[in-house]
């Protein structure tokens, strides 16, 4: 028997009411399936505003969809998914809290003695360069040490799926790819299941196992899917220089640049 998937989405439909008419509705995903499997690093690209993060969410178990299912290494997911790990795209630091408090947050809460936490925390904050900058506030760090304090507050409970919504978008493209190289470096030694969303191809191309392209909105569906046959273990500046990066991207590219115009369209139109 096949081992299930980490994550599944079986048919999400997710249909919005608006706040201002009761009677409008909107509805932002419809009949989408996907996978990931254990260990693999699945990319989810599309245009700006197409529901790529409504689907991170759905399987987070932050939205309950308006249809369809969602399953957890074969279980229905009821609740939060508590074998997913989260990191947003926008700051999620608390701004009262130094680095190292912010990094054992979730220990905390969970139950694990603050001594444990902290001696987790302080090897998590080394692991992903952040040694010697334990006592630091948050407006006392630079947005590549803040991803990095929440690549290890994400990372420290050792999720089974990891859940990227855009962490790398306000960076420099320099502190970038450091970035995108770490998160891969710590991925290859544990591979966990990772559903990464981003508007960036050659991010997506350079990270990915699998790359899965949407449609824009209203009524966001996959509309197609590349394995993504790079080796590993990768450099995200040097295999952007590879003949067979160069031919996805292309590949990929004439799926996604139609619906990345669509979508461009709706925005000027809203």
């Not at 306000?170 to 981003?198: G, H, P, S």
């Amino acid at each position: 028997m096949s081992e299930p998937a980490a994550l599944s989405l079986e048919n999400i439909t997710c249909t919005f009411v608006s706040r201002d008419d009761q009677k409008q509705r909107y509805t932002a995903v419809k009949d989408t399936t996907l996978a990931i499997a254990p260990g693999e690093f699945v990319s989810v690209v599309g245009p700006t505003g197409c529901g790529k993060s409504t689907l991170l969410n759905v399987g987070a178990g932050l939205l309950q969809p308006s249809a369809g299912a969602i399953r957890v290494f074969g279980e229905p997911l009821v609740g939060i998914n508590k074998r997913a790990g989260y990191m947003f795209q926008g700051e999620a630091l608390l701004p009262w809290r130094s680095a190292l408090d912010n990094v054992v947050a979730g220990l905390e809460f969970a139950g694990v003695p603050r001594a444990q936490a902290l001696d987790q925390g302080r090897e998590w904050m080394r692991r992903v360069g952040l040694g010697g900058f334990e006592d630091r506030y948050p407006h006392q760090m630079s947005g590549g040490m803040r991803k990095r304090a929440m690549l290890a507050q994400t990372l420290i409970r050792d999720p089974d799926i990891i859940l990227m919504d855009e962490p790398f978008s306000a960076l420099d493209i320099q502190t970038r790819q450091l970035m995108e190289n770490e998160v891969l470096e710590l991925w290859m030694a544990k591979r966990k299941a990772v559903l990464f969303i981003t508007h960036d191809l050659d991010e997506a191309i350079a990270m990915s196992d699998r790359v899965i392209v949407l449609s824009a909105g209203p009524g966001t569906h996959p509309i197609g899917e590349f394995a993504i046959d790079l080796p590993r273990p990768r450099d995200v500046a040097e295999v952007r220089q590879l003949p067979r990066f160069i031919e996805l991207h292309a590949a990929i590219w004439a799926v996604l640049r139609d619906e990345v115009l669509k979508g461009y369209a709706q925005q000027k139109r809203v």
